[in-house]
């Protein structure tokens, strides 16, 4: 683009730091378009591939769970808290800058997984790299990408939509990111073949260096720049980034190691002060990073609430029914055609989305999603041992639609709230949703872990002490087991304990089968009394005939009015 272009009134930048969106030719509109949906895809695998193989990651590298753990807060820790800092990056040093540095780390982060992948050595130097440690640095690497790449795919979607549809880049930039677990679980056994991830991380490096391409071939508009960085800003982040990093630990490897490990209370104790510190600083500044006082309003704290409740309510599709299919023995390629649908619901969600999103009218499919992943967890209650994967097809389908159905109306909500008072709080927004959305999904999913594995203990429980020896039914099973082992053990007695392990395996299985069940019934519970929380809500302001966001509409008409 000619850099002497004179930007009109129409085309200037929005706000500080993001690009100008000046009235492209249509075949510059589509490759625009192209260029954001690529980089949104690119962005989701960088979490989508690790959840995928993190189990094969683990076994290839002989991990335990709870190093296996660290690589997860390794990507958490530095997606949940980078939001900030890469705000102000381009309101100081401008699009083209940003880009650059998002590449970098892009491409730094993707060739140090194909160095593990590939398990190479610097044996010309005589140094040796451990892959672990490479791991986790790659995978810090990767959370700052994620971040950054989800940033870039919106603006390249801004400059593709057509003018009356710009905003919707928005929806079509936060959706893409729901694409990155069932995409990556849909081809990961086709990549990884015989748990080889060398051809997968080479697939990821393979779309790093297209997406590089991209960016080089079609830059962003420029925007306008500022200096904005202030001494305060470092200390302020610096408590905030440790406040999210240990919050990370401790919910991930709470999971792993259970609530009750006395070291788990650091991390949380850490967390809690270095946040309050860091909305503490932001609170008494001049010109903060973070609107502290709006954030805690009234409306603003509904908004979080509603957005971690719907992540942690979502967590029923990849902890809930992903955890019992692993749990009764699928594997990743008997389950591409469960991904596969929920891949489908994805796509159609967010282009529905896209199309239909009414600024006028943003509660109602909030509410629909959540009526849809209440009536998915009711359905899903009935499982039991003989559970297949094409039972989930309809349930999952409704989920994973509302997964990303409700992005669209929160984010808009979320943006017109920010852009009513100004400028400066859009980057509190982002910083809510992000944490919202990062934050609550890890809370959903150790809450998961949690309630299943209480679950399944109090199920095992009440099984075996309900067991009757002298029941001929037991009497058979342990018979039956014991004459398959005769084979293999000759010593009776051995043979008989053994055969009675394997009932009490079975009934293990059991239990767990049971415990879903119950996580699925207090889903569409929770689910079924949010639907009528926001219903009375909704009906509330239709009664009096009153838009919910009617003062932030009305402001942003009167921003828009020509001076």
């Avoid at 081809?187 to 260096?209: K, R, T, V």
């Avoid at 029923?316 to 489908?344: C, S």
């Avoid at 394997?502 to 089968?513: F, H, K, N, P």
């Avoid at 689910?527 to 009375?536: D, E, G, K, P, Y």
Wanted: charge should be positive; aromatic fraction near 12%; charged fraction near 10%.
């Amino acid at each position: 683009m000619n850099t002497e272009y004179q930007f009109k009134p129409h085309e200037q930048p929005f706000m500080l730091g993001s690009p100008a969106t000046p009235d492209h030719p249509v075949r510059r509109k589509i490759l625009y378009l192209f260029i954001g949906i690529f980089i949104g895809l690119t962005a989701s695998f960088q979490n989508g591939l690790l959840v995928a193989n993190l189990t094969q990651i683990q076994g290839e590298m002989g991990l335990t769970p709870v190093e296996g753990g660290w690589i997860s807060v390794a990507y958490n820790m530095t997606n949940a808290c980078i939001t900030v800092l890469l705000y102000k990056i381009r309101q100081q040093f401008g699009m083209s800058l940003f880009s650059k540095i998002t590449l970098f780390f892009l491409l730094a982060a993707t060739s140090m997984q194909w160095l593990v992948s590939s398990e190479l050595t610097s044996t010309t130097t005589g140094i040796t790299l451990d892959p672990y440690y490479l791991e986790i640095v790659a995978r810090g690497f990767s959370g700052v990408v994620a971040s950054a790449m989800t940033v870039l795919s919106i603006f390249y979607c801004l400059q593709g939509m057509p003018t009356a549809k710009r905003i919707s880049g928005l929806i079509l930039g936060f959706g893409l990111v729901q694409f990155g677990i069932p995409l990556s679980r849909i081809i990961s056994p086709y990549l990884a073949i015989d748990g080889q991830l060398e051809n997968l991380f080479l697939f990821e490096f393979g779309m790093a260096l297209i997406c590089f391409g991209l960016i080089n071939l079609l830059e962003l508009p420029p925007g306008n720049t500022e200096k904005v960085f202030e001494k305060l800003d470092i200390l302020s982040f610096a408590f905030f980034a440790s406040g999210l990093a240990a919050l990370s630990v401790f919910l991930v490897q709470g999971r792993i190691l259970w609530w009750s490990t006395p070291w788990l209370s650091y991390p949380l104790i850490i967390a809690v002060v270095t946040i309050s510190i860091a909305l503490w600083i932001e609170t008494h500044r001049k010109n903060p990073m973070l609107q502290v006082r709006w954030m805690r309003s009234r409306t603003i704290i509904a908004f979080m609430i509603t957005g971690a409740t719907m992540r942690i309510l979502l967590s029923e599709q990849n902890v809930g029914a992903a955890g019992l299919l692993a749990n009764l023995g699928y594997g990743n390629d008997q389950l591409v055609p469960f991904y596969a649908v929920i891949l489908a619901a994805s796509a159609l969600a967010l282009v529905i989305s896209v199309f239909r999103t009414n600024a006028m009218e943003l509660r109602r499919p909030v509410i629909f999603a959540v009526a849809l992943i209440a009536l998915g967890a009711w359905m899903d209650t009935d499982v039991s041992l003989n559970s297949a994967p094409s039972m989930f097809y309809l349930s999952q389908f409704l989920i994973a639609f509302a997964a990303v159905y409700f992005m669209g109306p929160m984010v808009f909500e979320g943006m017109f709230r920010a852009i009513a008072n100004g400028p400066a709080y859009i980057i509190s927004f982002s910083v809510i949703f992000g944490i919202s959305q990062t934050i609550g999904g890890l809370a959903g999913a150790a809450a998961i872990q949690a309630f299943t594995t209480i679950r399944t203990q109090m199920h095992y429980a009440d099984m075996v002490s309900s067991l009757n020896l002298g029941d001929p039914a037991l009497m058979a099973q342990v018979a039956g087991a014991r004459g398959a082992l005769s084979t293999q053990i000759t010593d009776s007695a051995q043979a008989s304990a053994a055969a009675m392990g394997q009932v009490l395996q079975g009934i293990q299985r059991q239990a767990t089968v049971a415990a879903y069940g119950d996580l699925f019934f207090l889903m569409a519970s929770i689910a079924t009394v949010t639907t009528l929380i926001l219903l009375i809500n909704y009906f509330y302001y239709r009664y009096h005939k009153r838009n919910p966001l009617a003062k932030e509409l009305a402001a942003i008409a009167k921003m828009r009015e020509p001076k």
